[in-house]
T-cell receptor, first 115, second 111 residues
């Protein structure tokens, strides 16, 4: 399977715990994006990487959120001290930036439930 | 920043009916425009795209034309099927940095 892979698919955690999600992009894709989607809403941009550099972060990404892409391949998104409002689907996408239009491919997402 | 306005759903149609889902956007410059589809419990799949004015994107019977003068990218299909039931998202992409999504339009097709 050469698509974008996200793990785990589902995560239930208690409020106050830390969680970490992983995204494996399509190989050779140099851009990787994280989005958050709440029920009935469209995805909201969180952050993106070009190779290992984190180029942009949304204001939605509070201090409790951190994302890394250490070797320009897979990425992790960590949420510290989770809150009930963090419950959402976290989507990862990747694309190959070669100029002009860049088509992003999405993973199936990680659904986080904070209880 | 970029923004998208989509018609609110749900849109409920009978099989073989004609579909239009309206999308208008605001963006600086000349963004590429995308329609993504999301089936229940799944991530987003690219449905079609257009990269410049008057381009028509098409896939699986769906079409959308990039209308720069009206900043619109309406999605159409001549004859919907039950399997088209999903949520559809319109999204401009400026300079390839990130997609800006609207709230999505849920389509329900009844047999």
């Amino acid at each position: 399977d050469t698509g974008v892979s996200q793990n785990p698919r589902h995560k239930i955690t208690k409020r106050g715990q830390n969680v970490t999600f992983r995204c494996d992009p399509i190989s050779e894709h140099n851009r990787l994006y994280w989005y958050r989607q709440t029920l009935g809403q469209g995805p909201e941009f969180l952050t993106y990487f070009q190779n290992e550099a984190q180029l942009e972060k949304s204001r939605l990404l509070s201090d409790r959120f951190s994302a890394e892409r250490p070797k320009g391949s897979f990425s992790t998104l960590e949420i510290q001290r989770t809150e009930q409002g963090d419950s959402a689907m976290y989507l990862c996408a990747s694309s190959q930036r070669t100029g002009g239009s860049t088509e992003a491919f999405f993973g199936q997402g990680t659904r986080l439930t904070v209880v | 920043g970029d923004s998208v306005t989509q018609m609110e759903g749900p849109v409920t149609l009978s099989e073989e009916a004609f579909l239009t889902i309206n999308c208008t956007y605001t963006a600086t410059g000349y963004p590429s425009l995308f329609w993504y589809v999301q089936y229940p419990g799944e991530g987003l799949q690219l449905l079609l795209k257009a990269t410049k004015a008057d381009d028509k994107g098409s896939n699986k019977g769906f079409e959308a034309t990039y209308r720069k003068e009206t900043t619109s990218f309406h999605l159409e299909k001549g004859s919907v099927q039950v399997s088209d039931s999903a949520v559809y998202f319109c999204a401009p992409n400026n300079a390839g940095n990130m997609l800006t999504f609207g709230g999505g339009t849920r389509l329900m097709v009844k047999p």
